[in-house]
């Protein structure tokens, strides 16, 4: 089967820097992506890693390593608007859509503290 | 602006009751997707359709039906067969050129009482 395992909460002051790390298992493996979501709103798409290597996007970065089968969300320069959940999700192959599809780990809740 | 929207925000219904899930996209997108969230847990994939007129069953499907008549509509009909109904249902849409990203709707969230 499939699976991704996240941390369920991560708490960081202002200013600070936070590493979400993601494990996955899973064949058809496409790539990683990360996404964001405030209470009760919609996930936003942050980032996308299809090959190995950090990529870096303002104070966000995503790393993929598709040997150890890991990736992890980078955010520094934390802000109170930060605080949210993160949810890194696997895009794996799928018969019946070329594209593939997005499976979903269960996000880690990021507390940002003053 | 270009977007997704998913009405109403909050559904009450009683049990045993269909309830249809509405969602509405203006950015021409091909492929849509219906997600259920519950508390601590990811969003698990219902239904999807990459045109009008098809649509394909996700991991959860039982309880639920779609319909994609139209490419800009894709609602999603909670039955009464649908054990757990309760949660937060996310609509999703995705072009077919090179990105990687969903554009999610703001969500619906259906209480069964």
């Known amino acids: 089967g499939q699976s991704l395992e996240q941390p369920s909460e991560v708490t960081a002051v202002e200013g600070a820097i936070v590493q979400i790390n993601c494990t996955y298992q899973?064949?058809?493996?496409?790539?990683l992506s990360w996404y964001q979501q405030h209470d009760g709103g919609a996930p936003t798409f942050l980032s996308y890693?299809?090959?190995?290597g950090l990529e870096e996007t303002g104070r966000f970065s995503s790393f993929l390593s598709r040997s150890d089968s890991y990736g992890y969300l980078l955010l520094q320069e934390l802000q109170m608007k930060d605080s949210a959940s993160y949810f890194c999700?696997?895009?794996?192959?799928?018969?019946?859509?070329?594209?593939?599809?997005?499976?979903f780990g269960a996000g880690t809740q990021v507390v940002v503290t003053p | 602006d270009g977007g997704i929207t998913q009405s109403p925000k909050y559904l009450f219904r009683k049990e045993g009751q269909n309830v249809t899930l509405s969602c509405e996209q203006n950015?021409?997108?091909?492929?849509m997707y219906w997600y259920r969230q519950d508390p601590g847990q990811g969003l698990r994939l219902i239904y999807y359709?990459?045109?009008?007129?098809?649509?394909q069953k996700g991991d959860i499907a039982e309880g639920y039906s779609v319909s994609r008549e139209k490419k800009e509509s894709f609602p999603l009909t909670v039955t009464s067969a649908q054990k757990n109904p309760t949660a937060f249902y996310l609509c999703?849409?995705?072009?077919?050129?090179?990105?990687?990203?969903?554009?999610f709707g703001s969500g619906t969230r259906l209480t069964v009482v």
């Open positions: 999703a849409s995705r072009t077919t050129g090179d990105g990687y990203g969903y554009t």
């Open positions: 899973t064949s058809g493996f496409y790539g």
């Open positions: 890693n299809a090959l190995d």
């Open positions: 999700a696997v895009r794996v192959f799928m018969t019946t859509d070329s594209w593939g599809k997005l499976q």
């Open positions: 950015l021409n997108h091909d492929a």
């Open positions: 359709s990459q045109i009008v007129n098809d649509f």
